[in-house]
């Protein structure tokens, strides 16, 4: 062997011939394989493993993408490659170009917060402030454009590096999300997996744009200030009582603390007679015959209500007046104001008719005269 073919075979073996990344770490999203002027031999083993996308760059060009298993580099399997660098007939000189392995893996348990309160507008307690918290998950699903609009030339990309641009993403888009669902302010705790559902659809778009699938979304936690939260749960509770039965009682333990507070055998006695009045109370509160006949007792302490009053349009000088009860139309007639063929109406006839017509006003006419005595 000459000695021009020993230089050959020493300059062939500084070349790459396995083009592989073994990732040892929990928090590498993105490695870019490391060589000298990045160059790889023709026929290079190209190994990718589960869980990973090799993605080609030459001169800042996204090229050849690469799913799991294993592969001899050549210009049958570099297609785009080897358009952008004009390879016609093959080649067999070793070639440049950038490998970026990126991690596929599910990325989970990432934490997300509101840095700041997020202000509500509530139709009963006006404008509030809430914080929320809680976890998500996701993966790369395009891999060659997330090195393009995300990685750039970051040798070792991190997921620290892209949690800080996905947490402001998510605390922008879960604010807009729950200003515009518009539920109660207290319904926000008991809703947090379907809020968690509707904020996940509302933000994939926006992951979608940079090549990465939000797994999952969860809101661990809505809180609010203490003093809105006992406002609520008075609400609550108020809501559900019987708002008699709750004056009663607090009446009652109002007495009894009076009577605690009171010296002497004087004291004694009132605290005795206000127990037994408490006890009292609270039996006939709480008997169930009592309580059953309650609304037929308040019922009958009721009185009826009013019988409506009869009233009459009538018809004067081609115009309608009134409506005037039936002894004004009787002082209406006497004073000949009206007569016998003055059209009246009242609510229930059909049309108008003549005063002499309608059967109750007839007494107007003389028919209360009583007729003359029998002969005897």
């Known amino acids: 062997m000459g000695i021009f073919d020993e230089i050959k075979k020493k300059l062939s073996h500084e070349f790459i ?8 770490t929990n928090d590498t999203i993105v490695h ?3 060589r000298y002027q990045n160059e790889i031999k023709n026929g290079a083993q190209l190994i990718v493993r589960e869980g990973q996308t090799a993605v080609f760059i030459n001169e800042g060009q996204l090229a050849d993408v690469f799913t799991p298993g294993t592969y001899t580099l050549n210009t049958q399997n570099l297609p785009i490659l080897a358009t952008l660098k004009g390879w016609k007939y093959g080649f067999n000189s070793p070639f440049k170009a950038e490998v970026y392995f990126v991690n596929t893996r599910l990325f989970t348990d990432e934490k997300w917060g509101t840095k700041n309160p997020i202000t509500l507008s509530d139709d009963r307690f006006g404008l509030v402030e809430i914080r929320a ?5 996701f993966r790369i699903s395009d891999a060659g454009k997330f090195i393009v609009d995300v990685v750039g030339t970051d040798a070792n990309f991190t997921s620290y590096e892209i949690n800080e641009h996905l947490k402001s993403l998510i605390a922008t888009r879960f604010t807009d999300t729950v200003g515009e669902a518009n539920i109660p ?6 809703n947090t997996t379907e809020l968690s559902d509707t904020c996940q659809e509302v933000m994939q778009p926006e992951f979608d744009r940079v ?3 939000l797994e ?3 809101i661990e936690n809505v809180s609010m200030p203490e003093d809105l939260k006992k406002e609520i749960f008075e609400y609550s509770r108020l809501d559900k009582l019987d708002m008699g039965k709750l004056a009663q009682f607090k009446a009652a333990k109002a007495m009894e603390a009076a009577a605690k507070n009171e010296g002497g055998t004087a004291g004694a006695g009132m605290g005795m007679g206000m127990g037994f009045v408490l006890a009292q109370q609270m039996g006939q509160m709480m008997n169930p015959q009592t309580m059953q006949a309650s609304p037929q007792q308040a019922a009958a302490n009721v009185p009826p ?20 009860s039936v002894e004004q139309l009787g002082t209406l007639f006497a004073s000949r104001t009206i007569n016998k063929d003055t059209l009246v109406w009242k609510q229930g006839m059909s049309n108008w008719a003549s005063l002499k017509d309608v059967e109750e006003l007839k007494g107007f006419l003389g028919g209360n005269t ?3 005595l029998p002969p005897q």
């Open 17 to 24: 011939d396995i083009v592989e990344w073994l990732d040892d």
């Open 216 to 218: 999952r979304f969860y």
């Open 305 to 324: 209500p009013m019988p409506a009053q009869t009233t009459y349009f009538y018809a004067l000088n081609g115009q309608q007046s009134g409506p005037v």
């Open 32 to 34: 870019r394989f490391e």
């Open 211 to 213: 090549g990465i699938l």
């Open 185 to 190: 302010i207290e319904l926000y705790a008991a």
């Open 133 to 137: 918290f809680g976890t998500y998950s």
């Open 370 to 372: 009583p007729p003359p």
